[in-house]
């Protein structure tokens, strides 16, 4: 089993940078690729960013490209969501996901998932 947990949500406005950690344990020498999904109100649960297990291949969705940075530290069992020009439509229950698997933009190929952290953009 794996746990992961989520932090650094909250409300910003439009344009301002926020930065999410999760934080994994358990038995996690498995080796997992991670990924983080959000899902706003109303709306189906999508993928934001992936990245491999040494970090070395990255996937991000269109509407995050180039704002959204996805990173790991893996002596400390982290992943991190650097998110900057914050927009509206961010606003989201964001949540990190392991897999097993390979690196995947697939919410149903995650085996693990954390309870999520709000971010609230506004204008």
């Known amino acids: 089993q794996v746990q992961l947990v989520e932090s650094g949500g909250g409300l910003v406005q439009a344009g301002d940078s926020l930065s999410l950690s999760c934080a994994a344990s358990?038995?996690?020498?498995?080796?997992?690729?991670m990924g983080w999904f959000r899902q706003a109100p109303g709306k189906e649960r999508e993928f934001v960013a992936a990245?491999?297990?040494?970090?070395?291949?990255?996937y991000y969705a269109d509407s995050v490209k180039g704002r959204f940075t996805i990173s790991r530290d893996n002596a400390n069992q982290t992943v991190f969501l650097q998110m900057n020009s914050l927009k509206l439509e961010d606003t989201a229950v964001y949540f990190c996901?392991?897999?097993?698997?390979?690196?995947?933009?697939?919410?149903?190929?995650?085996?693990?998932w954390g309870q999520g952290t709000q971010v609230t953009v506004i204008s």
């Open positions: 358990g038995r996690t020498q498995g080796n997992y690729a």
């Open positions: 990245i491999g297990r040494n970090g070395g291949s990255r």
């Open positions: 996901a392991a897999t097993s698997r390979i690196l995947s933009t697939r919410r149903d190929l995650y085996d693990y």
